[in-house]
C-alpha cells in the first residue's frame, strides 16, 4: 500500500529564510508525486508535480522540489518565504495513471512564518 | 488555469437527513471525479472515484450506500450524504482530472450535522 510520510507537523521560519519541507513516500513502482497548499478555509492549490524526467522540479510561487529515488523523498523548498507563504502545505503520491488515479496524502505541515 | 466548483461551500443539517453536495469542472472535461474527506487539522482521505456514465468506485471502509456519488456529466459529480449523523460532520472536498495535468481541486463543503 502507498503512503506519505510528513514528519514536521508544525514548521516555524522567519520571512525572508530559506524553508525546507520534508516528505517520504512509499509506493511499489514509479510514483506521481505532488505538493498542493491549503489556505485557511480554501481548497487546495497544486505547487508543483513531478512525473518523470528531471528530478528537480519547479512550480508556482517560487517553490522547487527535489525528487530523490534513493531516499524515496520529495522535498520541497522555498529560498526566501514570504508571510502570504503561511498555509498548510500537503506532499501526495498517486498511481500510474498520469495523475488519474486518487491521491493519497500525507498529513500536512502547517508553516508559520515570524515577521 | 483548470477551475473546479463545489456548491455549497457551507452546509448544516439535522440528523437523519440527506444532504448533496455538487463538484463541477468549469472550464474542461473531467471524465474522473474524485470525492475527499477532510477531518479537521488532518489529512484528505479519498472516499471514491467517480467517472462518468459509470458507477464509482469506493475506498475501503467507505460506506456506498450512506456516500451516494453520481457523474452524470463530464462537468458535474454529486455526493449525496444519506440520513446523514453528527459523525459525519467534515470538510468534503472533490478534485477533477485531465489526466495529463493531474487533480484540480475544488474549496470544498463544510458539513455539519447537528
Known amino acids: 500500500a502507498q503512503s506519505v510520510t510528513q514528519p514536521d507537523i508544525h514548521i516555524?521560519?522567519?520571512e525572508g529564510a530559506s524553508l525546507e519541507l520534508r516528505c517520504n513516500y512509499s509506493y511499489g513502482a514509479t510514483p506521481y508525486l505532488f505538493w498542493y497548499v491549503q489556505s485557511p478555509g480554501q481548497g487546495l492549490q497544486l505547487l508543483l508535480k513531478y512525473f518523470s524526467g528531471d528530478t528537480l522540479v519547479q512550480g508556482i510561487?517560487?517553490?522547487?522540489a527535489e525528487f530523490k529515488r534513493s531516499q524515496s523523498s520529495f522535498n520541497l523548498r522555498k529560498p526566501s518565504v514570504h508571510w502570504s507563504d503561511a498555509a498548510e502545505y500537503f506532499c501526495a503520491v498517486g498511481g500510474s495513471g498520469g495523475g488519474?488515479?486518487?491521491?493519497t496524502f500525507g498529513k500536512g505541515t502547517h508553516l508559520i512564518i515570524q515577521p | 488555469g483548470a477551475v473546479v466548483s463545489q456548491h455549497p461551500s457551507r452546509v448544516i443539517c439535522k440528523s437523519g437527513t440527506s444532504v448533496k453536495i455538487e463538484c463541477r469542472s468549469l472550464d474542461f472535461q473531467a471524465t474522473t471525479m474524485f470525492w475527499y474527506r477532510q477531518f479537521p487539522k488532518q489529512s484528505l482521505m479519498l472516499m471514491a472515484t467517480s467517472n462518468e456514465g459509470s458507477k464509482a468506485t469506493y475506498e475501503q471502509g467507505v460506506e456506498k450506500?450512506?456516500?451516494l456519488i453520481n457523474h452524470a456529466s463530464l462537468t458535474l459529480s454529486t455526493?449525496?450524504?444519506t440520513s446523514a449523523h453528527p459523525e459525519d460532520s467534515s470538510f468534503y472536498i472533490c478534485s477533477a482530472t485531465t489526466t495529463a495535468e493531474g487533480q484540480f481541486?475544488?474549496?470544498?463543503?463544510?458539513?455539519?450535522?447537528l
Do not use: H, I, M
Request: no cysteine.
Open chain 1, 12 to 14: 516555524t521560519v522567519s
Open chain 2, 105 to 113: 481541486f475544488g474549496p470544498g463543503t463544510r458539513l455539519t450535522v
Open chain 1, 61 to 64: 510561487k517560487g517553490f522547487e
Open chain 1, 100 to 103: 488519474a488515479d486518487g491521491l
Open chain 2, 79 to 81: 455526493l449525496t450524504v
Open chain 2, 65 to 67: 450506500d450512506k456516500f
